[in-house]
């Protein structure tokens, strides 16, 4: 099966600053990309996607770029406010579900 | 639009005990899942249902968990016996259809603790 592998584990930027979390994966059939964001004690919420038929992606203050010939993938937040601090996973999927996740980014952002 | 529910939220049991979690997928939905997410870690399939039968179950341990979906809307997942190891969070999730790239919507989960 697919092995996600997500990096740093832990973040923190100060205010207006921009985070960059990286995930690479194994099984060159996955297509499928999605992040999602986790606050305590709420289950996580898709922030964006991407297939891999494209290669970047942005939404407002998020971003996504996938590289898939080296096979790793990468969210972006610009100018982080204090409610983008949770943990974070990237995930993906080959042929069929399920999807496979990371291991998660825990995001803190300094005021 | 509602989105996916679960309860109990919270349950602490003793081990060896018995304990079972209910879903209530988004309405429309056909695939459901049950993942486990142990502190830290990224959420891990147990069991994937379409509509109310098994697409995969190659991760739920058969010999204390099980699951079923009658009626293909409603879920509920049982532990019996649970041991220490079974401490997480159960999570439910729902989308349209079982094809790649439907988007997961994920319930606020139901946290267990064995003791």
């Known amino acids: 099966g697919e092995n996600v592998e997500q990096h740093p584990s832990t973040l923190s930027v100060q205010e207006g600053d921009s985070a960059v979390i990286k995930c690479t994966y194994s099984?060159?059939?996955?297509?499928?990309f999605p992040w999602y964001k986790q606050e305590l004690g709420k289950g996580p919420q898709l922030i964006i996607d991407i297939r891999s038929n494209v290669g970047e992606k942005k939404d407002q203050r998020i971003a996504v770029t996938l590289n898939k010939t080296a096979k790793h993938f990468s969210l972006h937040i610009t100018e982080t406010q204090p409610e983008d601090s949770a943990v974070y996973f990237c995930?993906?999927?080959?042929?069929?579900?399920?999807?496979?996740f990371g291991t998660g980014t825990r995001l803190t952002v300094i005021p | 639009e509602a989105g996916v529910a679960q309860s109990p939220r919270y349950k602490i049991i003793e081990k060896r005990q018995s304990v079972a979690f209910w879903c209530n997928p988004i309405?429309?939905?056909?695939?459901l899942y049950w993942y486990q997410q142990i502190l830290g870690q990224g959420p891990k399939l147990l069991i994937q249902f379409q509509n109310n039968g098994v697409v995969d179950d190659s991760q739920l341990p058969k010999d204390r968990f099980s699951a079923e979906r009658l009626k293909g809307v409603d879920s509920t997942l049982k532990i019996q016996p649970a041991k220490l190891e079974d401490s997480a969070v159960y999570l439910c999730?729902?989308?349209?259809?079982w094809g790649t790239g439907n988007t997961i919507y994920f319930g606020e989960g139901s946290w267990l603790t064995v003791v």
């Open positions: 999730a729902s989308s349209l259809d």
């Open positions: 309405s429309g939905h056909a695939t």
């Open positions: 099984d060159s059939a996955s297509n499928y």
């Open positions: 995930a993906a999927q080959d042929g069929s579900p399920p999807l496979f």
